[in-house]
Nanobody
Framework: QVQLVESGGGLVQPGGSLRLSCAAS????????MSWYRQAPGKERELVAD????????NYADSVKGRFTISRDNAKSTVYLQMNSLKPEDTAVYYC?????????WGQGTQVTVSS
């Protein structure tokens, strides 16, 4: 059974940091490209960052470049999103996604709220 379980979300003040984790099971994690998406209320889901299966290639949305870092540990079947200098506009539900060709898996999401 495929599972992606996100954790690490919460309430943080502007300028603060959070580290999201996504623990994967039920598939060969090291084969899959991994991504973080987010969806704010009333907005479409958007890609935040992605990382290749080896971890050697990463991409970021312009809105988070220089503030967020995606990484993975294939031995632990886990992908991370380190979020620094958080802004109120980063408030959203953050989702983990795994893709291999036509195979596409999603987690349930974790809420991140940036507010004073």
């Amino acid at each position: 059974q495929v599972q992606l379980v996100e954790s690490g979300g919460g309430l943080v003040q502007p300028g603060g940091s959070l580290r999201l984790s996504c623990a994967a099971s039920g598939f060969i994690f090291s084969y899959y490209g991994m991504s973080w998406y987010r969806q704010a209320p009333g907005k479409e889901r958007e890609l935040v960052a992605d990382i290749s299966n080896s971890g050697g290639s990463t991409n970021y949305a312009d809105s988070v470049k220089g503030r967020f870092t995606i990484s993975r540990d294939n031995a632990k079947s886990t992908v991370y999103l380190q979020m620094n200098s958080l802004k109120p506009e980063d408030t959203a539900v953050y989702y983990c996604n795994a893709v291999l060709w036509t195979l596409d898996y999603w987690g349930q999401g974790t809420q991140v709220t940036v507010s004073s």
